[in-house]
């Protein structure tokens, strides 16, 4: 992401998707969702209401998404 080519880079791949990075920070900001409330990037377990991803069941809330009739669920 920024250019760099380190000795010690790494490269993820998903799917057909593949990128190479210096740091975690670099990976976690392309690769991470980010909450449909504060913009945070959200690292492990979540809230994910229908197709939003929240940080936290307080950032469903303030989103108005807190309540779905499908539920809410953990992300995994």
């Known amino acids: 992401m920024c250019g760099n080519d380190y000795a010690r880079s790494f490269t993820i791949t998903r799917d057909d998707r593949s990128r190479t990075y210096d740091s975690?920070?670099?990976a976690i900001t392309d690769w991470a969702p980010a909450c449909g409330n504060c913009g945070c990037r959200v690292l492990g377990h979540g809230v994910e209401v229908e197709d939003a991803v929240f940080c936290c069941q307080h950032c469903a809330d303030a989103a108005g998404r807190g309540r779905s009739p499908h539920g809410?669920?953990?992300?995994s």
Do not use: D, Q, V, Y
């Open 24 to 26: 975690l920070e670099c």
């Open 72 to 75: 809410i669920r953990p992300r």
